[in-house]
């Protein structure tokens, strides 16, 4: 911890840390209205729920694409109980602390899966856990064979794991925060490129991240890591991602697949393609399709 002779070269000058955090809410920048240090909800709302047994309450970030991108790939491949109604959680309005959220999740996160074929209905949070259970549900994108289902579960958790250091580390300190701290933009730019690195060094030698079997690592990884290659927080030139030819080269053979084009607009509210909410197949055609940048 910095002493009073370090202060001067801290950020804000002076900063010291006291002996006891407490909360200021101004100090949250960007996020200061959806963040706080506790849990539980703030208001009563009753989520809804659709027609079909999966009721998925989400937004189109790249944690909750993974689970859309799943749920599309398992309708194309003919399950049809994979059919689902994708409700809009608007995290910048707090939706995500309404009671009915709560309930799912209590950790207040995006995305929540209610499977209502169950009794009694069957929550889920944390994309991870929702991709392995429709995973297994379905008896399917997740290998039977002992060496290709492990280096699924590998990959998948080493996404669970990675993730953070580039949405609230690299991301947060690169793009959100409300001052640049050179300190922070280094060290997690540092470990961003290192988690590329590690993943174009295996695609070198591996068509799909489990090796010639596309599965739900592929669908968890894809969104974080692929999108930074094509634009998330505007860093392609800041990172060079063209340094990594063996991880573009598997991002665009995803990136071509007909369901993952569908499963990352679900629930999106930024970019050209958006479709808010989808609650049948059909949807798409219907979508509400924007020109606003990506």
Known sequence: MADADDAANNQPAGYVPPRVWTWDKESGGRFANINRPISGATHDKELPVGKH?????????PN??????????????????????????????????GSGFVAINPNSKIPALADHST??????????????????????????EHHARAQTMNWLMWQMGSAPFVGGGFGHFYAYAPLKIEYAINRYAMEAKRQLHVLDTHLATHEYLAGDVYTIADMAVWPWYGGLLTGTYDAKEFLSVDEYPHLRRWAELLGAREAVQRGRIVNRT?????????????????????????
Do not use: C, M, N
């Open 270 to 294: 930024f970019g050209e393609r958006q479709l808010r909410e989808r609650h049948d197949a059909a949807d798409f055609e219907a979508g509400d399709d924007r020109s606003d940048g990506d």
């Open 64 to 97: 909750g694409q993974k689970v859309t991108i799943l749920l599309e790939e398992l309708l194309a491949a003919g399950h049809a109980g994979a059919e689902y109604d994708a409700w809009l959680v608007d995290i910048g309005q707090g939706d995500q602390f």
């Open 119 to 144: 009794d009694p209905v069957t929550h889920l949070f944390e994309s991870g856990s929702i991709l392995f259970y429709l995973a297994e549900k379905f008896g399917a994108f997740l290998p039977t």
């Open 53 to 61: 047994p999966l009721q998925l309450y989400s937004l189109g970030t």
